[in-house]
């Protein structure tokens, strides 16, 4: 009876990857749950795991692992934020590589203004207040600039979810998407 877990080992190349990978590799349910040991005894079987992973890529962490993420929306801050601060950006370089993933939830309300072909920003209504932001060229230039430092921009383009399902239009409203918005 019992589990049994075989488990392949391989240290990660780096300290950067020891310090990201954070790893269960085996898993043996029957350990943990003495019904179903009795159950697999009773019917004459016993339990056996077999939690090898594929070499040599089961333990390779990608080096961009540690990345972080900046929520576009005005509640969190986003447009407060000046992201070319000379200590913003040398913390953020300690992180490169990286990637800087902007968007989230809020990237859905958000809109673009003075860029080249885009359409102007509406006005913020007062219930959108803690949603409702306007991306323009300078914070666009200097969010730019602060994922030069760590590598990689990751950016989610708004789908204008306040029109498509809100704005008095209901849940479900057909939804078209503008290019011109994301151009």
């Known amino acids: 009876g019992g589990c049994r877990c075989a488990l392949g080992t391989r240290p990660p190349t780096t300290m950067r990857a020891a310090a990201a990978l954070v790893a269960v590799w085996c898993f043996c349910a029957a350990a943990f749950a003495p019904a179903a040991q009795a159950a697999s ?42 992201f070319a601060n000379t200590a913003l950006r040398a913390a953020a370089s300690s992180l490169a590589p ?6 989230g939830t809020g990237g859905d309300y958000l809109h673009y203004g003075g860029f080249a072909g885009s359409e102007p920003c509406p006005a913020a209504s007062s219930s959108a207040n803690d ?53």
């Open 98 to 103: 990286a990637t800087l993933r902007v968007g």
């Open 131 to 183: 949603t409702y932001g306007c991306l323009n060229t300078t914070h666009w230039a200097d969010l730019v600039g602060l994922a030069d430092t760590v590598g990689d921009l990751l950016f989610g383009l708004s789908y204008d979810a306040e029109r498509a399902c809100g704005g008095g239009a209901g849940a479900g409203a057909a939804y078209e998407w503008r290019a011109g918005a994301a151009q």
């Open 41 to 82: 005894a009773a019917a004459g079987v016993s339990p056996a795991v077999d939690a090898r992973l594929p070499a040599p890529n089961a333990f390779e962490v990608n080096e961009k692992y540690a990345s972080f993420n900046v929520d576009s929306t005005f509640n969190r801050g986003f447009f407060h934020v000046d």
